[in-house]
């Protein structure tokens, strides 16, 4: 079964840490991060490709760091200095070897005092 399982939201202060994890059921190449918040659009937060080069949506650069395990099939977002503006429901996506877009089912960050 072609899956994306994301791990380890969860809700922290501002100025705060949080780690995800998402890993595929598949062999993967170009993977990322999207999010949305309430009201709002899903907008990207970070891209990896199998080389490792990465693009990040200038409102986390500097915060968030994306990276990947080839071997495990996994991409991983850190994220520090969370700020209340990055609360969202954060998807992981993956490109399959047909050159398909796979979707995780969504993970919920909060970042409040």
């Known amino acids: 079964q072609v899956q994306l399982v994301e791990s380890g939201g969860g809700s922290v202060q501002p100025g705060g840490s949080l780690s995800l994890s998402c890993i595929a059921s598949?062999?993967?190449?170009?993977m990322g991060w999207h999010r949305q918040a309430p009201g709002k659009q899903r907008e990207l937060v970070a891209t990896?490709?199998?080389?490792?080069?990465?693009n990040y949506a200038e409102a986390v650069k500097g915060r968030f760091t994306i990276s990947r395990d080839n071997a495990k099939n996994t991409v991983y977002l850190q994220m520090n200095n969370l700020k209340p503006e990055d609360t969202a429901v954060y998807s992981c996506?993956?490109?399959?070897?047909?050159?398909?877009?796979?979707w995780g089912q969504g993970i919920q960050v909060t970042v409040s005092s």
């Open positions: 996506n993956a490109v399959n070897s047909l050159g398909i877009q796979v």
């Open positions: 598949f062999t993967t190449y170009g």
């Open positions: 990896i490709t199998r080389g490792a080069n990465t």
